[in-house]
């Protein structure tokens, strides 16, 4: 299994930017986008299920949507913030119930 993200970027504070991560499998698997900022543990930022349903964190509520079409799934980012810099990983859940599959983090910097 391969998780290929992509859309990582410079951005000023304010702007958008739209993740992606496409698995190289079908699936219908729990996926997710974690981040992890400078100093600061990775986090969970939203989730996605294979019906579409999403769970957004705190954190970016109001500002980040998730979504998902079959194999890939999109993080839309707005109103950025210098706040959101850091590394965004896409993750998809495993026969244990937990995020097993990883893909290669995505640098998203947002100037203030």
């Known amino acids: 299994v391969q998780l290929q993200a992509s859309g990582g970027g410079f951005v000023q504070a304010g702007g958008s930017l739209t993740l992606s991560c496409e698995v190289n499998v079908h699936n219908t698997m729990l996926m997710g986008w974690h981040r992890q900022a400078p100093g600061k543990e990775r986090e969970l930022v939203a989730t996605v299920t294979w019906t579409g349903r999403q769970d957004i964190s705190d954190a970016v509520k109001g500002r980040f949507t998730i979504s998902r079409d079959r194999n890939t799934i999109y993080l839309q980012m707005k109103s950025l913030k210098a706040e959101d810099t850091g590394v965004y990983y896409c993750?998809?859940?495993?026969?244990?119930?937990?995020?097993?599959?990883w893909g290669e983090g995505t640098l998203v910097t947002v100037s203030s």
């Open positions: 993750a998809m859940h495993g026969p244990r119930n937990e995020y097993e599959y």
